[in-house]
């Protein structure tokens, strides 16, 4: 096997393994989320205990300017 190709696959297989170990993170706090939600019960309101539908983004902050 050529360097260039030892090199390609080295970075390839560190790329798939950052996204898996991102993508393995983002589902357990999913998952955490809605065990949380599940145990409130019916008297709780969805919308205190799952806020991500509402959040809002930092980049504008709720504003954007026109000019």
């Not at 806020?51 to 902050?61: A, D, F, G, I, L």
Request: proline share 1%; glycine share 2%; charged share 30%.
């Amino acid at each position: 096997m050529k360097r260039s190709q030892a090199l390609a696959l080295t970075a390839l297989t560190a790329s798939v393994a950052v996204a898996a170990t991102i993508y393995v993170l983002a589902k357990r706090k999913k998952d955490k989320r809605r065990d949380f939600v599940a145990n409130a019960g019916y008297e709780m309101a969805y919308d205190i205990h799952y806020p991500v539908k509402y959040r809002r983004h930092k980049r504008h902050n709720g504003h954007r300017n026109t000019l």
